[in-house]
């Protein structure tokens, strides 16, 4: 598996706009949910500067996940104008594969903040 993480920065106004767009349900997860080799998204928001946001994708392989753009260009470029409307690209996306992993027992829900 591989993890694709992009780097953006949100004008303060629209930062619960973008979260909408990555959330359950949201557009992104819309456009890649029903795609061979999506394994799922988790958006990373900057304490320190809260209009500073990682995304990462996991997927099975670069080649899938090229294999899904490609089959969803129109909807991912018009996606991909609303999103630069809301801030910009503070970095070029980058490929990652897990080296280690640590085990972790996360808290319930409830409890995590």
């Known amino acids: 598996m591989v993890e694709f ?4 920065e949100v004008k303060p106004e ?3 706009q973008f979260e909408l767009l990555f959330g ?5 997860s819309r456009l ?3 795609a061979t080799g999506y394994r799922g998204t988790t958006l990373l928001r900057n304490l320190q500067q809260p209009e500073r946001y990682l995304l ?4 099975d392989s670069t080649a899938l996940r090229e ?13 991909y104008e609303q999103l ?8 070029e996306p980058a490929w990652y594969t897990v080296r280690s ?3 972790v027992h996360p808290l319930p829900r409830s409890r995590q903040s």
């Open 5 to 8: 993480i992009q780097e953006f």
């Open 14 to 16: 629209f930062g619960g």
């Open 24 to 28: 359950r349900g949201g557009a992104w």
């Open 32 to 34: 890649f949910s029903r």
């Open 56 to 59: 990462v994708d996991l997927w």
């Open 67 to 79: 294999a899904a753009l490609k089959a969803s260009q129109g909807e991912y470029d018009a996606l």
């Open 84 to 91: 630069q409307k809301l801030g910009k690209v503070s970095k």
């Open 101 to 103: 992993a640590a085990t």
